[in-house]
């Protein structure tokens, strides 16, 4: 069944994963840069978070519809250059958690005005999963600088070297978890 959520992103993180891919007999096992070797989170306040596991490919292409998309940002209207993500709060102990597994596709569409809607003042990140859900994360301008040089990190095989960023997810939820307890 096919989902969308969207939201604000007002923050955004990243840890790095170590993956072990079992390979069915005969078939060949993925290349090294098509394993996930990463965890993304986008946070949209205390209450809602979007996460997808990203591989070295997987930060690369991220990081090419990023530079698809910047040179329409000169399009960006005065109006959007100050705008700020507002959090999502839900009523307390509750938490919305979407997890990525398998991650299929990701556009990034820069500030601009629409005809139909006017000013879009935000850079807009799809990520789509393998049964066709996506996450629309509407990012500030600052951030999209945080998610360019933590893609790089991931794409080069760096992430995690200069800092403990295993720390980095301390205080999410992680969503399997968080279904648990709907439950």
Do not use: K
């Not at 799809?126 to 999209?144: E, F, K, R």
Request: with cysteine; charged share 20%; hydrophobic share 40%.
């Amino acid at each position: 069944m096919r989902h969308t959520i969207a939201f604000q992103a007002t923050a955004f993180q990243a840890a790095p994963v170590d993956v072990q891919i079992e390979v069915p007999e005969g078939e060949q096992p993925p290349e090294p840069d098509q394993v996930p070797s990463a965890i993304i989170v986008f946070l949209g306040g205390p209450s809602v978070q979007v996460s997808a596991f990203v591989s070295r490919e997987d930060a690369e292409n991220l990081m090419g519809a990023f530079t698809q998309a910047e040179p329409m940002r000169g399009d960006m209207p005065p109006e959007a250059q100050g705008w700020e993500p507002e959090e999502t709060v839900l009523p307390a102990a509750m938490l919305y958690g979407v997890n990525i597994e398998s991650l299929v596709g990701a556009s990034v569409t820069p500030p601009h005005t629409n005809d139909e809607v006017g000013i879009v003042p935000h850079w807009t990140v799809q990520l789509q999963d393998a049964d066709g859900s996506s996450a629309q994360l509407a990012v500030s301008d600052a951030l999209c600088v945080t998610i360019i040089r933590t893609l790089s990190d991931i794409s080069a095989g760096r992430l995690g070297e200069e800092d403990d960023d295993a720390s980095a997810l301390d205080g999410l939820v992680d969503p399997d978890q968080a279904e648990d307890a709907e439950g």
